[in-house]
């Protein structure tokens, strides 16, 4: 039996910063070594989380680098977008791992980071070298990576829910429309009124209505293909729910298809893929059924006097849509079972 | 002053049942003078809503027909489909006036009932001279009604947000997409396995994907004007939550438009609606706002490179999706002030 | 018909102030004609809230005294505890009534002020000829009052249910126990990572354990009548839910009582109450049946080999603890119907 | 390696079978070779739980003894009371350990069980050497059993927060206080008009207050020590919520305590125990720290002018509450670490 892994998690007092710990924290060919957060004090996890007592016994500190890159092989930066940019040149040039589940590595156009995020990518050489980490689409790029870029929690909805058609050239006319729906933990940890329970509870709304950041994220993958047409229109939703993400497409399909053989075709895009499980004709996905999991759960049908598809699929926001895909990641990446320490 | 209306409500225990009451105890015009419910027991109106305590003195009976018609001038009827046509012909028979909250009779096509309800209609007669009760698109028939079908839910969130295009025949390509997410009481007050807090809880799904019995009704409306293209793709959602419908209505526009324009139009065609709403340009609806209320909040958007209207509405299924209109009708029809015993 | 009385109303975003601005709207003898708030924008109360499109047609300001004590009658300071007593007196030197909703003027000890809240009482002087507003104990005096301190939501409920004892002079012995737990709302709208949707949602705990501040306020009800021993334990928890308090309150008699006798006792002493309802022997409140109400229910029963007591109260902590009340307040004080404008 | 250790599950649909199979599924040294429900159809259990594809292949069948016995060493019993003393001998006489998760073997005094479950007990001599599977009262008795009854939920988190004063013989005067919230689950995957969401959602409420089924059982774990007094004052509540229960539990101290020592006194007796916390002084416990875990949370203070202590514990009623004691209990059985397969 080989030495575990050594690593790290910088952002340990976020949702997904402590969706990794108590993913990490059970796994069995890692040891954690680090774990910082940007709170001032020094606490133990156990303070922090007391769940964790008996698993895992690390102190929690304020962030910094050097003593970070002493302890790790590879790191997990939980971090804003714009800060993790400042932060992984330092672990990269010094020959670690890093995984990144911000914004700053997943758009291959700085000129889109910049339209989108407000800010001009400071680390060009890196982003060059960067490998988007959906393993549905990209698995065989993950072993060499020096840096992943953890996709986005919508991406990771949207594009697994238009892989299959992506990649067999199955085209769309028009816009196709990609409907989303998300638990308040996709937001953050952090002091907003917006965020504050009685703005939330019992109540539903729509944000940032075809104007979200994820857009030219969703579009890069959806151009993965040969597809003549990507076009879509993206709304997201905020809902009641701790977590996970359900996202109804709508394809408007440029060729009359038979039902039975679009959901073929989907059972066959997915049969040998771990974490995405079709469901039975007739059946649908339900967020309850991959809560704390990394599973992403699909259900599709077509009716033909509309020509349209209907895709829904269903992911934890924390768990496929961040922390447990990073694990996924990591898992490929170093060579283990890709289900190692996930459900 | 004249003489109040007197009213009676078969179906008291349901959800809509209660807010009818609960809006009726408190209406300035009617008395409240039968209501019944399907339950055995005799108990008094407080005993099963200790709210209402001191605002109605009433007993809640077994529904018997007799006594419901020697007490009032109107009924409303909140009892589940199929079930309402065979009981409002007694009371039309008696000359009493009466707003029917089921889908007995929405459907002036009697063979999409059988299709869609599984039922053969019972009451072609009656279903001949009933009025659709949607105000927006119907107010000058209802004064002279003595039957009035009381909209859907789902069908009230969908047309409100689209007549403004179906009335200004403004067309759209291929399939208009009607994206819905309905809290729980939309489902109504029964034991039911699926319903219970934990299945719904922390959970969201959609259901009836393309399928669900209220399409029918929305195609009627949208069929109310000169377009000559209707089609949609509708699929409901259940939303862990007590209330309301969200209906994010995306709309592939035939010619592009002005999106300022398009704000306007809408802006303009409900001015002078009491309970529509069209919010600023920019601002979309949420379900809290319209908690409790009779109205409905509207918000669009138009993005020019995708040739997409994005139009939200949202509204209290059990206020404008129910109850509420009911008493709009009501208050119509009896030439009361429409808004009057209404927020 | 005379003339509405002209109301301010500070504190407008919060959520006592916005359910003091929505009963307000719709209250027949009044005409709400000043609205603040902390917000520097200049925004139409439709705006905040669109839901009032219709009823109330005023500009919200930042707060400025002389414009509000030149617009009304009577105020309402919906502010945090230490401001109140700061802005109070201006309003009381130009003879305005005013109804304080904060902390600042309910506990006739400055010592415990200073304890409990940790600043010094800066307005002894308009202290002493504050009224405590709580009408089932002070009704008499709030007529003549220049000031009414409105009571706090904990401190309603938990007095609500042992005002009844406390004025029959039935002891009890040791420590009497007041478990309550109190939706979200009651900690005010404010930014803060431990009221955000996802801490406390799908959560619950207590919190203050035997610290909470509302304590002399409620020993101070207490100590309203001839009891030789009022200890009690006060122990406050946070419900994943909007709005209501439900408080469970044990009291070991001193003497055994009779079950039937003590549920007459507490019917007889509610019995002329308009919004304290005592539910019938062997039922219970629940939050459901007060929500957006300034009712209180209660539900008591007594186990004669525990020799314990248990009463249930429910309330709205935003309707009779907090907006509610205030209104209830106003309607004594301005000689209306006690009713006035309330459910 | 030994063989796994193969067991059975009956009662595969409900909230504790299902939890029950999610645990065991992972667990490294059993397999789950038999499940059955109530339900008529044969289903995979990848298709009641799509969760669990990839973990267990297993069809769920109707219950039949004769096939369970057939295929396990060891059987769960999640079924309703009453049921499972009538399946419970079966099993037992072909030399199966069962562990039972009803309330059917727990209470040695089966006059108490007619009292509290209103049917006589049909099987006394099970009964007799059934050992109540509470591990920090009871470890010892377990490697030995053939029987285990499953402790209650409410019964778990009450007498987890009492055992150090009632093993220690620190006593109380009259009545103790303990009352306790529960999330929904606890009351089964059942169709009720009282557990529909709209029913819970946005409520909370007592119930069975002072004459809940546990109270004996409860009563009974108090009375395993020297105490003279082990009076009690139990109510449950029902909250908002899918999972956890939290009890408040205040304790009249027939003589005061120091404070700091009455909490060494909680961390020492819990010390060695690998499930039960005892938080640091000032802080208490919430039901999200307990979520999905096998663990008890322990929060306690004492306010010496009351001679009160309060002790606050934390559970998730399907894990230390349910399934997660019951594996628990199985792993103490059958000579496994008794932390295997638990979080």
Redesign the interface.
């Known amino acids: 039996m080989s030495a575990p892994l050594k690593v790290a998690v910088v952002g340990a007092t976020g ?1 997904t910063g402590e969706e990794l710990i108590r993913i990490l924290a ?1 796994h069995p060919k890692v040891r954690l070594t680090y774990v910082s957060s940007k709170d001032d004090r020094k606490q133990t996890i156990q ?1 922090i ?3 964790l ?3 895992l016994d690390l102190v929690c500190h304020p962030f910094k680098p050097e003593d970070a890159a002493a302890e790790c092989d590879l790191i997990f930066l939980s971090l804003p977008h714009t800060v993790s940019m400042k932060t992984a040149p330092f672990f990269l040039s010094r020959g670690k791992k890093v995984i990144d589940i911000s914004a700053d590595y997943r758009l291959k156009e700085p000129a889109q980071y910049l339209e989108f995020y407000g800010t001009a990518h400071e680390d060009a050489g890196n982003l060059k070298q960067a490998v988007y980490g959906l393993p549905e689409l990209n698995r065989e790029a993950i072993p060499g990576a020096k840096l992943i870029a953890n996709p986005g929690c919508y991406p990771t909805g949207a594009a697994l829910g238009l892989l299959p058609l992506v990649k067999n050239g199955i085209e769309w ?3 196709c ?1 990609i ?1 989303a ?1 998300s ?3 996709g937001a953050g ?5 917006n ?13 940032k ?2 104007t979200h950041q994820h857009q030219p994220e969703i579009s890069q993958s959806l151009k993965s293909g040969k597809l003549k047409n990507t ?1 879509f ?1 993206f ?1 997201p ?1 905020l ?6 993400i ?1 996202s ?1 497409i ?1 394809v ?1 399909l440029a060729q009359k298809k038979d039902g039975k053989k679009l959901h073929e075709l989907y059972s066959d895009f997915y049969g040998r893929e ?1 974490f995405v ?1 079709v ?2 004709a007739g059946r ?10 990394n ?1 992403c ?1 699909i ?1 599709l ?1 077509y ?1 033909d ?4 598809a ?1 895709i ?1 699929t ?1 992911i934890d926001n924390l768990g496929k849509g961040a922390a447990g895909q990073a694990v996924q990641n990591m898992n490929i990446l170093s060579g283990f079972s890709e ?1 190692e320490g996930l ?1």
Request: proline fraction near 8%.
């Open positions: 949702y059970a303070e989380y007391p769940y007592r008996g698993s006319t028009g816009t429309v409907d729906k638990g308040v933990t940890r952090k002091a907003s009124v965020l504050i329970f009685s703005e939330v509870n019992e109540n539903f709304k729509a944000y209505v075809l076009a229109a709304v939703h809902l009641p729910i701790d977590r996970g359900l109804t709508y408007p771990p499980q469901l039975p649908f996905p339900e967020l309850k059924m991959v809560h704390k999991t599973q759960h259900g049908t009716r006097d509309l020509g349209t209907v829904v269903a289900k459900v």
